[in-house]
């Protein structure tokens, strides 16, 4: 099994900031990307940000320049630093895996966690 915890989420003024984390006890963290999703009330869950093993990240248009995401490998943990918030990115975010690994002949890009909710308001 591979468990993911997101936490960092709140409820954050427009222009605000917030710092997201993603922690996991596999040790397959440090041989996968890493990827933050984010879902919307009534929406699909689509992928926001991805940094690679060797730390090139790439990025959706509406949060370039906004979010920065990285990675700590001793810490087995990943980041989405989010600032200048606006209503728009009011979503439920989640981090994932992605290799060409398996874990109990499962994709590792399979699992995900419980995500952590971001709401963006006034």
């Known amino acids: 099994q591979v468990q993911l915890v997101e936490s960092g989420g709140g409820l954050v003024q427009p222009g605000g900031s917030l710092r997201l984390s993603c922690t996991t006890t596999?040790?397959?963290?440090?041989?996968?990307?890493v990827r933050w999703f984010r879902q919307a009330p009534g929406k699909q869950r689509d992928i926001v940000a991805t940094?690679?093993?060797?730390?090139?990240?790439n990025y959706i248009d509406s949060v370039k320049g906004r979010f920065t995401i990285s990675r700590d490998d001793g810490k087995i943990t990943a980041y989405l630093q989010m600032n200048n918030l606006n209503p728009e990115d009011t979503a439920v975010y989640y981090c994932?895996?992605?290799?060409?690994?398996?874990?109990?002949?499962?994709?590792?890009?399979?699992?995900w966690g419980q995500g952590t909710q971001v709401t963006v308001s006034s």
């Open positions: 940094i690679t093993r060797s730390g090139d990240t």
């Open positions: 994932n895996l992605d290799s060409a690994v398996r874990v109990g002949g499962t994709k590792i890009s399979d699992f």
């Open positions: 596999n040790t397959l963290f440090r041989v996968s990307a």
